[in-house]
């Protein structure tokens, strides 16, 4: 009976090992994957951080790069910890799962505050940014932030092409007698915007207001379901690794 017991505890042993090691698979790679959205965010998407109020969405996706660092080296960790079937390793194991756990939920809580926030920050911050930062000495960032936001995403002013009537680049000497800039053209040349035409600049309903917040409000939703997935996994591992240490810890005491 002792032996058939044993012999149990042995099978049960190795299904949980084979588990954990499918689970770490996946783990790995959703730890990729987490990598991957955070430096995308960053590399891709940097040009239009400097026309927002606050952080949030840049501090959002250090942390998700810093989870996924930390999920791709557990997952090594985890293999080793596997494989050599070592109470402290799994431990350790344990450990660092809830630690990315809790990392992943304060980038959850962080995207989530500044979703809420996001219409009213965009609103106040754009069209100041529009009108007193544009096109003045030391904002090279925020102009070519600016122009890059138009130009990709098609849109001209905040709300509409009207904002630039008031904006203090256009009423200066520097415009050239230019009445939105020439990132507003469809095809952007020397002092095109000197026409501000529907058939030569972008006429979109919402401006680029609507826009950008239509893409911060996707890509909070996709660092969200990114993020929500691998917490799922992480709970799993947890409990299996939890199930694996006790099975392990019976079998040789």
Wanted: with cysteine.
């Amino acid at each position: 009976m002792a032996h058939y017991k044993t012999e149990q505890d042995d099978w049960l042993i190795i299904y949980l090992k084979y588990l954990l090691f499918v689970f770490n698979f996946f783990f790995w790679v959703g730890g990729a994957a987490v990598l991957a959205v955070g430096i995308w965010t960053l590399v891709e998407k940097s040009g239009y951080l400097s026309v927002l109020a606050s952080s949030t969405f840049a501090a959002s996706a250090y942390i998700l790069i810093f989870a996924g660092v930390l999920v791709m080296v557990t997952g090594f960790l985890g293999f080793g910890a596997i494989l050599r079937e070592q109470k402290g390793c799994l431990s350790t194991y344990f450990c660092l799962l809830l630690v990315i756990f809790l990392v992943e939920l304060v980038a959850g809580v962080l995207a989530h505050v500044y979703y809420q926030r996001l219409s009213d920050e965009l609103k106040q911050h754009l069209n100041r940014t529009l009108a007193e930062n544009y096109g003045q000495p030391g904002a090279t960032q925020i102009t070519a932030s600016v122009d890059r936001l138009q130009q990709d995403f098609k849109c001209c002013g905040s709300n509409s092409s009207a904002d630039w009537q008031h904006s203090t680049y256009i009423l200066s000497r520097e415009a050239e007698g230019r009445q939105v800039p020439d990132s507003c053209c469809k095809t952007v040349v020397a002092h095109c915007g000197q026409r501000a035409h529907p058939s030569n600049i972008y006429k979109v309903e919402g401006g680029c207001l609507t826009k950008l917040e239509q893409f911060l409000a996707d890509h909070l939703l996709l660092m969200g379901a990114v993020g929500i997935g691998v917490a799922c996994l992480q709970i799993c591992g947890m409990v299996l690794t939890c199930c694996l240490h006790q099975r392990l810890q019976r079998h040789f005491y």
